[in-house]
């Protein structure tokens, strides 16, 4: 595994702790507090570097929840869904478009820690 790599999985790994600690019940269903099935769910994918670790691009989930979104939710209620449970859709859409190459994963682990 490169230097690279390893900053890469460690600012994940940090972006979920966070996004878990956060959430600590299912933002969709409820299921919880402290469900050990909760997963953390980018709401924009993460190969768009410029949201990939920002904590608004999160949602913790039970893991039913979790497979309804990606398999269920259509386009064109994605939008309305999101902002239903608090996230600033507009904002991070206008972001994810931005080339993030200036974000570095080892300094994001760091501070998400």
Known sequence: MTKKQR????ADQAWRRLI???DISCRR???GP???YRQAHHVFSRRYRSTRWDARN???LCRGCHFWVHNHLR???ERDFYIGLGV???ALDLLSRTSGKGIDPATTAVLLD
């Open 7 to 10: 900053a890469i999985r460690d």
């Open 20 to 22: 878990l600690s956060r």
């Open 29 to 31: 269903c409820g299921k």
């Open 34 to 36: 402290g469900s050990p």
């Open 58 to 60: 999160g949602l913790g």
């Open 75 to 77: 386009s064109a209620d």
């Open 88 to 90: 600033p859709y507009d």
